[in-house]
């Protein structure tokens, strides 16, 4: 008797709790530059308390369990939730987000990015935000500016997949990112997404790339609220509490990197926020 390999690119998407997502928002938390998406989806899943309603797995992915609160979580999990004030939103009552702690492995981006897309449309989700931090070199002889500074010279950029999309979110609330290069996870999200006609957006912030950047992550907050949620949701936290959260996560990257996994976690729900 044979037995096939299994294939180690395979993505797959458990659904651990059953609720109606039809029109909500899908927010990509993979690691980015300046880790922008994670610190923006852990804060909105911590802030709209939003609940886990799903794992995803791959043989691709790290063999960890992420132990919190005395419980073991997969290295890639759903959340979903609404915006307070959800019936005043401006596109959508619901926020699902994919999250995670590891950069994906080159091999596994494409498929990985396939199941986020096929599970959109399967639920029929209005459209996908891939954050994404576009690196740059601060000026001035600090790089990092004072706590609490809020960055209002920071930039955010915008690329949709379809000209729907565009002429109604990017064109009139962004300067449009019309030269350049995407590459990752959000790249191929931008590139299927036209393929297929479903609307994906990138907000692109200026984050420096070298270490956490949480203002970068909080221009990216106040991006989403204004253009897609008009709801009350502050990004102040993460404005005050920058120094903090940038230098646990680069705490929880360096105790990684010590005990040799090869892709450190970047960031964590829960306390990081408090």
């Known amino acids: 008797m044979t037995r096939e390999s299994p294939d180690l690119n395979s993505v797959r998407i458990y659904e651990t709790k059953r609720i109606d997502v039809e029109s909500a928002i899908i927010i990509d938390g993979f690691p980015s ?4 998406s994670s610190i923006v989806a ?3 899943i911590d802030t709209l308390e939003m609940e886990q309603i799903g794992i995803v797995e791959s043989p691709a992915f790290p063999t960890v ?10 290295p890639v999990r759903i959340y979903a ?4 004030g959800g019936r005043s939103a401006r596109v959508a009552d619901k926020i699902v987000a994919f999250v995670s702690e590891f950069h994906p492995a080159p091999s596994i981006i494409y498929p990985l990015a396939h199941a986020m897309l096929d599970w959109a449309q399967e639920q029929r989700c209005s459209l996908l935000v891939s954050p994404e931090g576009l690196g740059v070199e601060r000026s001035g002889p600090e790089k990092r500016p004072p706590r609490g500074s809020r960055l209002e010279g920071v930039k955010v950029y915008g690329v949709a997949s379809t000209p729907k999309a565009r002429d109604l979110y990017i064109e009139p609330n962004l300067l449009p990112f019309t030269e350049g290069v995407i590459t990752g996870i959000a790249g191929v999200l931008l590139n ?3 393929r297929r006609g479903f609307d994906v957006l990138t907000f692109l912030a200026e ?3 070298d270490y956490p950047d949480a203002r970068a992550a909080a221009k990216v907050i106040e991006t989403i609220n204004r253009v897609l949620l ?3 949701l502050d990004p102040g936290p993460l404005y005050h509490e920058a120094e903090r959260i940038e230098q646990q996560l680069l705490s929880i990257q360096h105790h990684a990197q010590e005990r040799g996994r ?6 964590g729900s829960g306390p990081m926020y408090r």
């Open 65 to 74: 369990s992420l132990v919190r609160h005395g419980n073991p979580q997969h």
């Open 230 to 232: 008009h709801s009350p």
């Open 207 to 209: 984050a420096q790339a």
């Open 192 to 194: 299927e997404g036209r």
């Open 81 to 84: 939730g609404s915006p307070r």
């Open 33 to 36: 530059v300046g880790l922008v």
């Open 262 to 267: 090869a892709d450190p976690p970047a960031t």
């Open 42 to 44: 852990n804060y909105l």
